[in-house]
């Protein structure tokens, strides 16, 4: 069971016993949202400040853009995506193998395959989408010295206003 599975079953197991008390203190189903939100955010604030391995990503996770680096990323700085954030990912492909094929190559290739997963993640098509996307892809280095390949499809909103809650098939 999830926690919000698990905390909605609490909310509504205490509603019912105390609807069959006599009980003077009742709170109405507002306040016990605000509560249980209250509580969750508490959770999620927590863990706030963690950084993960940006070959570590997954579509879903989410991050801000503070102390990521301009041209070479080696960490990011990972929020839950209920929390206000800047970016999600939302798709993760591989390029071809063989030769680095130049700086301008892997950018387009890169950008293409993000476009050409952005529909079908987020749910509306980039042009109608109030979000825009950025390909996070190797570097020169990374090709030759680790064999990385993978691009990381990144979605932000276009007027750089922070994300609440998942991009992924939201349709905005």
Request: glycine share 8%; with cysteine; net charge negative.
């Amino acid at each position: 069971m999830t926690r919000k599975g698990a905390l909605l079953v609490g909310v509504a197991a205490s509603i019912t016993v105390n609807g069959c008390e006599a009980h003077t203190e009742t709170k109405d189903v507002n306040q016990l949202s605000r509560e249980a939100y209250s509580e969750r955010m508490s959770e999620e604030e927590n863990h706030l400040t963690q950084t993960a391995d940006p070959f570590g990503l997954e579509a879903g996770d989410c991050f801000d853009d503070t102390a990521m680096g301009i041209n070479e990323v080696t960490e990011v700085p990972e929020v839950p995506c209920l929390l206000p954030h800047d970016n999600e990912v939302y798709a993760i492909f591989e390029l071809p193998s063989g030769a680095f094929p130049g700086d301008e190559e892997v950018e387009a290739s890169a950008t293409l395959g993000c476009y050409e997963r952005f529909s079908e993640a987020i749910g509306k098509s980039y042009e109608e989408s109030e979000l825009d996307f950025l390909a996070m892809h190797p570097t020169e280095a990374s090709w030759t010295q680790i064999s990385d390949r993978e691009v990381v499809c990144l979605a932000y909103h276009m007027e750089y206003q922070k994300l609440t809650g998942s991009v992924l098939g939201s349709g905005r």
